[in-house]
């Protein structure tokens, strides 16, 4: 029987600092540096009145892990949280460049305020593309991704391949270790052009919201199925990295889901559709509060709570498909199960503390404005600039870094000053975002027992601490695969 113990029958000296939250009949106990343990609610009452034997087995699992204050080894502690922030010793290297506006496709969600085809006063112009270019090299990170977005940036195509052979040749002085990524929709995308970006190593990530059916509703293509364009690209190139004997466990096209109202009930296609592709990873993305979506908020939103039924039903759906042989990972899941059990961060941007905001990520749009990150700068499309941070060709690369909108971001995303977050069992492995919490709360700093992101991570956290609890091997094995870093040598761009 579970109980919660009461605080005048907690040990002053038994336990180390710790974090508690029940999970599905368990007692999770996360400490400083990220270490966890699942106790039942015997061991629980044993830990917190300091009764634990020292020659028991649970007394070595708690020391182990470092929950028992007289074995407490602060070194290892420090070691493993040096290893966690590992990101902060770089500068920022996400360089996001919305190259237009344009875009031939019309989403019910469109995060990014497309613009019609015919607005080529949204398209940025190569000279603004190389003074970018010139920006982005500054960074202090090491690594630097410049990822092409729109609109389409297809739409802009000229722009897209003048920016990556600029910042080749101007990479032969900076000697970053560089890769392309491009965001498309792949329905403007022709023989010549898969060619040129596949010479280029430009990795390719698209959008697939599901099967024909759902991803045509919600994708509008005028005259096509918008599913029938990217589906038959997506094939085309896959093959097409075959051929060049890359491994397509490895190298395929990347796709990303947005999950509205009409999704959930879909489960089961959707996961069947990815397969299908060929591809290897879903995010199952909950639809945000920026763009488009605002104002279809009344047909497209849901409540969490049922978001996260029907991530759990597409999870278990996955696990089932794994344990055939059929490789498939869920985003979140892989994100999050890399702090808890690789004992890493993966450095994903937005689930990060703090988060990628100016110390992780610049976004620059088409008209030369700085933003703190691409959201940032989607808000800014909804007639919002708080998080804008400078003009391409202006402002330099420290005035971006001390900006007073990065620092605030930083400390606004900063969990141990968070009022919930600081006491959360998921402290270690959780991020929030400064640019939901402003949309959606008005405030920077967010109010977490009233967000529908910590709703989010806190449901998908539970979903993956009850079956770490539960112990089936199976489930354990698929997890492990599911944190493992492959390699992508072959976009990483070295200078001779
Ligand atoms: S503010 Fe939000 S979207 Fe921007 S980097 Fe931080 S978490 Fe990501
Ligand atoms: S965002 Fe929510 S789940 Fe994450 S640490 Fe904060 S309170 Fe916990």
């Known amino acids: 029987m579970n109980q919660l113990v009461p605080l005048s029958r907690l040990s002053a000296t038994f336990p180390a600092f710790f974090r508690h939250r029940e999970v599905a009949g368990r007692h999770l106990l996360t400490n400083y540096e990220g270490g966890f343990v699942l106790l039942d609610a015997q061991e629980f009452g044993a830990f917190s009145r300091g009764e634990v034997p020292r020659e028991s087995t649970l007394y070595r699992r708690l020391a182990e892990r470092n929950f028992v204050r007289e074995a407490y080894d602060v070194r290892r502690a420090a070691e493993k949280l040096k290893v966690r922030?590992?990101?902060?010793?770089a500068g920022p290297n996400l360089h996001i460049m919305v190259v237009t506006l344009?875009?031939?496709e019309t989403c019910v969600y469109c995060h990014a305020s497309r613009a019609d085809m015919t607005s080529t006063a949204t398209d940025m112009t190569p000279e603004l593309a190389e003074r970018t270019v010139d920006l982005i090299l500054q960074t202090s990170?090491?690594?630097v991704t410049i990822e092409f977005q729109g609109g389409e940036p297809l739409a802009n195509f000229g722009v897209v391949?003048?920016?990556?052979?600029?910042?080749?040749?101007?990479?032969?002085v900076h000697r970053k270790v560089l890769d392309f990524t491009m965001v498309t929709n792949l329905?403007?995308?022709?023989d010549e052009k898969l060619a040129w970006l596949l010479e280029k190593k430009v990795q390719l990530c698209t959008s697939v919201d599901g099967p024909e059916h759902l991803h045509d509703k919600q994708r509008k293509l005028p005259g096509l199925s918008a599913f029938k364009a990217a589906s038959g690209w997506i094939k085309r190139i896959n093959d097409a990295y075959a051929a060049?004997?890359?491994d397509p466990r490895v190298y395929h096209v990347e796709a990303l889901l947005t999950t509205t109202r009409e999704t959930l009930p879909r489960w089961k296609e959707v996961v069947d559709t990815y397969v299908d592709l060929g591809c290897k990873a879903i995010f199952l993305r909950p639809v945000d509060p920026f763009g488009f979506a605002e104002k279809t908020h009344g047909r497209i939103e849901y409540p969490r709570a049922e978001y996260l039924e029907f991530y759990r039903s597409a999870v278990d759906y996955m696990l089932a498909l794994d344990q055939q042989g059929v490789e498939i990972l869920e985003r979140f899941a892989s994100i999050f199960l890399t702090k808890i059990l690789g004992g890493e961060d993966p450095n994903f941007l937005d689930i990060r503390n703090p988060c990628g905001a100016g110390i992780g990520q610049i976004a620059y749009n088409y008209d030369g404005r700085i933003f703190t990150c691409d959201e940032g700068r989607m808000v800014h499309e909804m007639g919002d600039?708080?998080?804008?941070?400078?003009?391409?060709g202006t402002t330099s690369y420290a005035e971006l870094m001390t900006h007073p909108t990065v620092r605030t971001l930083t400390l606004a995303s900063n969990l141990d000053q968070q009022p919930d977050c600081v006491n959360c069992a998921y402290n270690p492995y959780c991020g929030v975002c400064p640019v939901h919490n402003h949309r959606s709360?008005?405030?920077?700093?967010g109010r977490m027992r009233e967000s529908s992101l910590c709703q989010v991570h806190k449901g998908i956290q539970d979903y993956l601490f009850e079956k770490l609890g539960a112990g089936d091997p199976a489930v354990l094995r698929t997890f492990e695969r599911w944190i493992t870093t492959r390699d992508r040598a072959h976009f990483i761009q070295m200078c001779s």
């Open 85 to 89: 922030k590992r990101f902060l010793d």
């Open 102 to 104: 344009r875009c031939n």
């Open 141 to 143: 990170s090491p690594g």
């Open 161 to 172: 391949k003048h920016a990556i052979e600029y910042a080749l040749k101007r990479n032969e």
């Open 187 to 190: 329905s403007l995308m022709d």
């Open 244 to 246: 060049m004997g890359l």
């Open 385 to 392: 600039s708080t998080f804008a941070i400078g003009q391409v």
């Open 441 to 445: 709360q008005g405030t920077l700093q």
